[in-house]
T-cell receptor, first 111, second 113 residues
Framework: DVKVTQSSRYLVKRTGEKVFLECVQD?????MFWYRQDPGLGLRLIYF???????EKGDIPEGYSVSREKKERFSLILESASTNQTSMYLC??????????FGSGTRLTVV | RKEVEQDPGPFNVPEGATVAFNCTYS??????FFWYRQDCRKEPKLLMS???SGNEDGRFTAQLNRASQYISLLIRDSKLSDSATYLC??????????????FGGGTRVLVKP
């Protein structure tokens, strides 16, 4: 089975801090995605990448950036964390035009 | 209009009953469709893909209607363990080598004894 690993399950950061969320997949998948999930808003796509060093903006990229230096790793960066970025962040991986496998999520709280 | 819309529920279902719910999508170029299941405080997990001809997996039946742009999920003989949020997911090809999944907000199902 594909395994998608997110580095932290829970994080608490201060406003203005730079935050790195790491995601690693072990199945050589080309496509990787970052979502955030908020009550009443569902999952919203932040950024995705379909190859090393490639990135595409999703629906809500503002305040975020990403890095894909290696195929297996896709990092989400909050340049200056704000309280409205408190959320559940989910990384996903897909190797073809079908469903994804998700990581177990990182619940980020910005205080 | 949201790209993918679902009735948020909750659907309160007696154990053993049948429940069905739909999801509508707005992009007629969407290529493939899925139902995901998400338990409270867990990540979404693929439940089943949805094919034009309709497909069944045990007690679960999924159907796609391209003309009316909706997909449906039916659960027969509901179990307590079916209580979850069911996410409708639509896949659209963005570039030659990439794809993008768009999620509905989810339909919450509560199966009660």
């Amino acid at each position: 089975d594909v395994k998608v690993t997110q580095s932290s399950r829970y994080l608490v950061k201060r406003t203005g801090e730079k935050v790195f969320l790491e995601c690693v997949q072990d199945m050589d998948h080309e496509n990787m995605f970052w979502y955030r999930q908020d009550p009443g808003l569902g999952l919203r796509l932040i950024y995705f990448s379909y190859d090393v060093k490639m990135k595409e903006k999703g629906d809500i990229p503002e305040g975020y950036s990403v890095s894909r230096e290696k195929k297996e790793r896709f990092s989400l960066i909050l340049e200056s964390a704000s309280t409205n970025q408190t959320s559940m962040y989910l990384c996903a991986s897909s190797g073809e035009a079908r469903g994804y496998t998700f990581g177990s999520g990182t619940r980020l709280t910005v205080v | 209009r949201k790209e993918v819309e679902q009735d948020p529920g909750p659907f309160n279902v007696p154990e053993g009953a049948t429940v069905a719910f739909n999801c509508t999508y707005s992009n007629s170029a969407s290529q493939s469709f899925f139902w995901y299941r998400q338990d409270c405080r867990k990540e979404p997990k693929l439940l089943m893909s949805v094919y034009s001809s309709g497909n069944e997996d045990g007690r679960f039946t999924a159907q796609l209607n391209r003309a009316s742009q909706y997909i449906s999920l039916l659960i027969r003989d509901s179990k307590l363990s079916d209580s979850a949020t069911y996410l409708c997911v639509v896949n659209t090809l963005i570039k030659a080598a990439g794809n993008k999944l768009t999620f509905g907000g989810g339909t919450r199902v509560l199966v009660k004894p």
